[in-house]
């Protein structure tokens, strides 16, 4: 794929960096969604759709240059498990990127080129267990490309300008998300891994490694992280920018520290810090900048007015 293929390449084209969306499924929360279900936020898809466009369209009105697909939990297995059967949940999945292109359209964001971001969260988030921050699933390749195959057929089917592989905690997931990309040679995505520290990816292995393993992949949009903490971004994009020309993504949460197990948030946000931190993100070399869980569309606004005064 050459970079004229590459939406990232083309957006940073015209403008210095990229602001990224902020959460989706705790904004639903915010405004009254249950998300206390396996299929996290794709279950207002099944029951709330015009919640999903809502939050879509709230982030484009405040300048959003990308939206991320409500599809991080949606899959045909975490479906199958309430009922849905294939076909009904492979359009789930490309409604995802059909509300987001609806939001974009009537918000105005087409004009200014924003971007639609199919999400593909980790084998781990449809387990529901936490191992989306370890790693460690005990599966095969076999089946981890037979769980992830339809949702990339289905989002790219439905028109998404690429794809967002998110919450990424082991280098053997990320592999295997790239070699089905390669069945779909003129498309591209950006891999954003979960962190146990600035230097290492949730099951351990180093950025170095990772790096090694994918870094020059033709396919490869941006690379970085998200859901990690904000305090760790800084030397976190200062080590990759040593790694890396490819362009820097970072969405990291709000501040408060999440339990897995009970899915519940604890500690006090750092929506300040985030807010006042985020140009040092973009002098360290961050190109695509947002936030991730806990944040709103005040605080990416924020993030913009901060960032440019560059």
């Known amino acids: 794929m050459s970079k004229k ?24 929360e915010r405004n009254g969604s249950n998300l206390d279900d396996p299929l996290w936020s794709a279950r207002v898809l099944v029951e709330e759709p015009e919640q999903i466009h809502r939050v879509h369209a709230d982030y484009f009105k405040i300048g959003a240059d990308c939206a991320i697909t409500s599809s991080y939990q949606a899959s045909i297995d975490g479906f199958k498990s309430r009922g849905i059967e294939t076909d009904e949940a492979l359009e789930l999945i490309q409604q995802t990127v059909h509300l987001a292109q609806q939001a974009r359209q009537e918000t105005g964001g087409k004009a200014r080129h924003a971007l639609i971001a199919g999400s593909i969260g980790p084998y781990g988030a449809y387990l529901s267990d936490g191992s989306e921050y370890v790693g460690h699933y005990g599966v095969d390749d076999a089946r981890l490309e037979a769980f992830h195959r339809p949702r990339l057929e289905a989002l790219i089917a439905a028109g998404a300008d690429l794809l967002a592989f998110e919450t990424i905690p082991s280098l053997q997931e990320a592999k295997v998300l790239f070699r089905l990309l390669e069945e779909f040679p003129e498309q591209s995505a950006w891999l954003a891994f979960s962190l146990r520290d600035a230097t290492h990816i949730s099951e351990g292995t180093t950025l170095v490694e990772c790096l090694e393993a994918l870094g020059e992949h033709p396919q490869l949009a941006a690379i970085g992280a998200n859901c990690f903490p904000a305090s760790i971004a800084t030397a976190f994009i200062t080590g990759l920018k040593q790694l890396t020309d490819v362009p820097i993504i970072v969405y990291p949460n709000s501040g408060e520290h999440y339990d897995p197990v009970s899915k519940t948030w604890s500690g006090e946000t750092a929506c300040t810090a985030f807010e006042d931190i985020a140009p040092e993100w973009y002098a360290a070399g961050a190109r695509l900048i947002g936030g991730c869980c806990r944040t709103t569309p005040e605080q990416i606004e924020r993030i913009q007015q901060n960032v440019t005064i560059i």
Request: without cysteine; hydrophobic residues 40%.
């Open 5 to 28: 293929n590459n939406p990232v390449e083309r957006l940073l084209h015209e403008k210095p960096y990229i602001l990224l969306d902020g959460a989706l499924a705790t904004e639903l």
